[in-house]
């Protein structure tokens, strides 16, 4: 499969659970997601979804878990929204850019100070 139509599975994949999620889910666990990315086998079978969740570690844990026993109805709203060969199965996983982001920020700040 080209890398342009991989590219456009996981937009598409990330589109419809990050709509799923925000309208479907009443998992009090879940806190505010935001799906940052997909990354989807080659095969179709396998999908690894990256979120984001505002809070702290608690909040993350939660939300993953969350998200983790909502895996089902999350895959059939992909089945029933994209005409895929294969539904992939889909492992949450966080996405620590955010945090790194800030870090890097914090860190050219500090410099910044000192320097200045």
Do not use: C, N, W
Request: charged share 30%; aromatic share 4%.
């Amino acid at each position: 499969m080209s890398d342009e139509r991989m590219r456009r599975v996981d937009e598409a994949v990330r589109a419809v659970l990050s709509d799923a999620i925000g309208r479907d889910l009443q998992d009090p666990r879940v806190g505010f997601v935001t799906v940052t990315g997909v990354k989807t086998s080659p095969d179709l079978r396998h999908a690894r979804v990256y979120v984001s969740v505002l809070g702290d570690e608690l909040a993350r844990t939660e939300t993953l878990a969350g998200l983790r026993s909502a895996h089902g109805l999350l895959q059939g709203r992909l089945a029933s929204e994209l005409a895929l060969k294969h539904t992939p199965a889909l492992t949450f996983q966080y996405d620590d850019s955010v945090d790194r982001g800030m870090r890097i920020t914090e860190l050219i700040d500090e410099v910044r100070e000192g320097g200045g």
